[in-house]
Each structure stands twice: as structure tokens, then as C-alpha cells.
């Protein structure tokens, strides 16, 4: 006799099925995605970019709030940026920052055979340092900003990153539920969520995301208007 769908142990959900339905339906892989992921391999980058559905997931965030500016901490091989950069209109901007030289120009290859590059701006070099350099240079509000990076700077990140987004923009912060969850011990990640939850500007929840290797989670924070 069948067991209701809600009486099903949570360790019998199958997520590499599930990720694969989404993915099959919502996001396939064109060549330019298929070629990413192997330009990485080939350099030696290791493959901590997005899963293929949350590289979908990130399109259409970026779609929904109407992006024209996104900003990026953590570049990798431009799995996640190509993403981005297909959200925006023509005359948008992702501007990605990436610490290692190697990986940057990885992705400006995969960006370029995307058909994307005229939209990017890589910056290379300490995260923290080039978005001290942006705040100087008083340039227009990003309407996203994707936090991708090492996870022991990503309050120093969200501190740094949040006066450049717009009021009503989305910060996104990637890898946010397992090491919060599965682990007692300290993590730049739990930290980060307990930074989003303590900001009174930010509405704040984490959205699970499905991976083959399991659960993962996003952090979802809208930066709220003056009005809110």
C-alpha cells in the first residue's frame, strides 16, 4: 500500500533525480554551457561553480528584479556569470571579481564564446579590495549582487557589497545551508546568514537548492526602501 506523498522519509527524496527533471526541462545545457564546464576541466579549475539549475534560478532573479547592473564576487571559470550576463539587456553590465589570474582569464574565454563579453567587466584581484575601489569611484547602483566566493570573507563581503546595491535590489550569497546546518562548528557562511538576519534593511530567507551531491542552499536578502 502506497505511504502519502508527506509520510515519505525526507532521506528517500532522490536529488540527483529531482535536479535532473529541473534541469531537463527548465535548464538544459546549450553548447556554450556544455563548453564552459569543459574549458574549466581542461585548466584544471576546480568545478565549484553552480549547478546548472541554480545557474537557471539566477536568471531569473536577475530577470525579476529587471537588472541592468549585476555585480559578482567570485568569477571561477563564468558558469554562474554567463548566466548573469543572458538576464541583462543589451546595453547592461555584470562586473565579476575574481582573486586568481588563471581563473579570469578562463572565463574570458567561456564569456567570449558565449557571446557575453561585451556585457562583462572582470576585475582581478582581492574581492575586498576592488569593491572598496567601486564605493570610491561612486559609479550607479547594482540592481543584483551574487556572492560566490571564499566563504571566510563573506561578511566582509556583504558589509562591503550592500551600500552599492539599490534600494529594492537583491544580494544573493551561494553555499549557505549545509555548513549552517550540518555542522556545529563556526563557518564564514553561518556567519553570513546571521549578518543577513541582523540587518534591518534586508527581508531575508534561504532558499534550499537542489544539487546532485545533495542539498545546498541561497540566500535570498532584498534590500528594502526607504518606505518599507
Known amino acids: 500500500m502506497n505511504r502519502p506523498f508527506m509520510e515519505i522519509n525526507c532521506m528517500e527524496l ?21 563548453e564552459t564546464i569543459a574549458e ?13 539549475t541554480e545557474g537557471k534560478l539566477l536568471q531569473v532573479l536577475a530577470l525579476t528584479t ?13 558558469y554562474s556569470g554567463i548566466h548573469l550576463a543572458r538576464a541583462l539587456p543589451d546595453d547592461g553590465k555584470l562586473i565579476t571579481l575574481e582573486i586568481a589570474p588563471h581563473h579570469a582569464e578562463v572565463a574570458r574565454r ?39 566566493a571564499d566563504k571566510s570573507g563573506y561578511v566582509e563581503y556583504l558589509e562591503l557589497a550592500l551600500p552599492l546595491l539599490r ?14 546546518v550540518l555542522t556545529e562548528e563556526d563557518s564564514g557562511t553561518k556567519r553570513y546568514n546571521a549578518a543577513a538576519a541582523e540587518r534591518s534593511e534586508l ?23 526607504r518606505a518599507a
Open 110 to 148: 567561456n564569456f567570449e564564446r558565449a557571446g557575453v563579453m561585451q556585457k562583462v567587466e572582470i576585475h582581478v584581484g582581492p574581492a575586498a579590495e576592488t569593491l572598496r575601489q567601486l564605493a570610491s569611484e561612486g559609479g550607479p547602483p547594482f540592481d543584483l549582487v551574487f556572492i560566490d
Open 14 to 34: 532522490n536529488t540527483h533525480a529531482y535536479d535532473d527533471y529541473i534541469g531537463s526541462l527548465f535548464a538544459p545545457q546549450d553548447a556554450a554551457l556544455t
Open 66 to 78: 529587471g537588472a541592468r547592473r549585476i555585480l559578482e564576487v567570485g568569477t571561477l571559470g563564468g
Open 203 to 225: 527581508t531575508t530567507v534561504i532558499v534550499p537548492v537542489l544539487r546532485h551531491r545533495g542539498l545546498d542552499g541561497l540566500t535570498v536578502s532584498v534590500k528594502r526602501t
Open 167 to 180: 534600494e529594492g535590489g537583491l544580494l544573493l550569497g551561494d553555499n549557505t545551508l549545509p555548513d549552517a
Open 40 to 52: 574549466m576541466e581542461r585548466e584544471g579549475v576546480r568545478m565549484m561553480n553552480v549547478s546548472a
